[in-house]
């Protein structure tokens, strides 16, 4: 497992964000609230347990498909420093996370 997953953004504030894979507790579709809403465009990484937790959003693509590509980075590499999520920039409609928002 890698230490680190890279996730390219077009958040203003955030740009490329780096996240220890040490810590993730879990991976998961929709905003992170109860019940899981906005699986459509939203995937969330809860970190060192359920209380805290950055929560991205994709503007193309779906959380469905954002939650898989965070689990295939952070499972790849075994032993490696760096895994990069792959968001299919090269495909014909690419996955593109716009926001990020750590709680």
Do not use: Y
């Amino acid at each position: 497992m890698a230490k680190f997953i890279s996730i390219d953004t077009t958040d203003e504030l955030r740009g490329k964000i780096l996240v220890g894979t040490d810590k993730i507790f879990a991976v998961m579709p929709g905003d992170g609230e109860t019940g899981g809403g906005n699986i459509a465009t939203m995937a969330t990484i809860f970190h060192t347990g359920l209380a805290d937790h950055i929560v991205l959003t994709a503007s193309t693509g779906t959380g469905t498909e954002l939650a898989t590509a965070i689990n295939s980075a952070i499972t790849a590499n075994p032993g490696g420093v760096l895994s990069i999520v792959r968001t299919g920039a090269s495909q014909a409609t690419p996955l593109v996370v716009s926001d990020v928002i750590v709680a």
